[in-house]
């Protein structure tokens, strides 16, 4: 890839980085930011996964976009005009402890934000969404949260991933907003961000759609086998296939076959939390979200009953 003046310049640096939480509307604000015609949000990914030095699907396989020179970072960028802020969203970046003081390294000026979500209800999406794409093996949420807590419990634990942010970044340069607030009033939501960005308020047609909606797979076979696949590439260092296999068609094929696969869970048997479950995660984020309320000065009473 060819890089633009602006981003070879030693002195660039991205405006915004918005560090999660997973499974919190981070895919519907990304979508929303790419469309802003002020801001320019990279059109080749979503998430670039840079500073993490894991990867999100597991929480254990190393990432290999990380140490990468920063020019490749740098290169989702190329478009962008001398005019546009510039940013991305990776959700890994809020609950890996290396990340922020990574991201500091890169930029101390640079603006975070999050978005956060119950942490029972985000956790259990989380775990939805990983069995939908065929990742992590857990037939149940409880062998999930019990086998891979780092990446189902962790996760939530917003105090305890926040604070890394701010021991590092003044106060003003981190935004933390709410899922609950995109469904109560997704323009307030959006005006809220916008301000902190710097940019004119823009509410394209996409602000009332939802966005990377869950799915249900006819058949969960099939998708923990392309899941095991595509960690198995990652895990044994493979990248190098995936060019080879994207000319020749196989992961067009393979994408195909997961999307016809996939059908809406309304119209399928909903999976449901057990009760005596919630309650034991009710007491086991008590104590964060209790720090997260001193931290952020706001009532996070309706995530403790």
Not at 2 to 19: E, L, P
Not at 200 to 218: H, R
Not at 249 to 254: C, E, K, T
Request: charged share 30%.
């Amino acid at each position: 890839m060819v890089s633009s003046s602006r981003t070879m310049d030693k002195d660039f640096r991205i405006d915004f980085i918005g560090i999660g939480a997973s499974k919190s509307a981070t895919s519907w604000v990304a979508e929303i930011l790419r469309l802003h015609p002020d801001i320019y949000y990279p059109m080749d990914e979503k998430e670039l996964n840079y500073f993490n030095r894991i990867m999100p699907q597991d929480f254990k396989t190393k990432n290999h976009n990380h140490g990468k020179p920063l020019e490749w970072y740098h290169d989702y960028f190329r478009d962008a005009k001398e005019e546009q802020v510039t940013g991305e969203i990776t959700p890994v970046y809020l609950p890996l402890e290396e990340c922020a003081k990574d991201i500091h390294a890169y930029n101390p000026e640079v603006k975070i934000f999050a978005v956060l979500r119950h942490p029972i209800e985000r956790s259990f999406s989380q775990f939805k969404f990983s069995k939908q794409n065929g990742i992590g093996g857990y037939d149940t949420y409880e062998e999930a949260i019990k086998g891979n807590p780092e990446k189902f419990l962790d996760t939530s634990m917003y105090y305890r991933n926040l604070k890394r942010y701010f021991d590092v970044f003044p106060k003003e340069n981190i935004k933390v907003l709410f899922f609950e607030d995109v469904k109560k009033d997704n323009k307030a939501f959006l005006k809220e961000l916008y301000d902190f960005l710097g940019v004119s308020e823009f509410y394209p047609e996409l602000t009332d759609k939802k966005v990377n909606v869950g799915l249900q797979p006819k058949s969960q076979g099939l998708v923990n086998f392309i899941g095991k696949a595509k960690m198995f590439i990652h895990s044994n260092g493979l990248q190098f296939m995936l060019p080879v296999l994207q000319k020749t068609g196989v992961l067009s094929a393979v994408k195909s076959l997961k999307r016809n696969n996939m059908t809406a869970r309304k119209e399928t048997k909903k999976e449901e939390m057990h009760e005596n479950t919630r309650k034991r995660l009710k007491d086991y984020f008590r104590k964060d979200i209790e720090s997260l309320e001193q931290l952020l000065n706001k009532d996070l009473s309706h995530w403790k009953d």
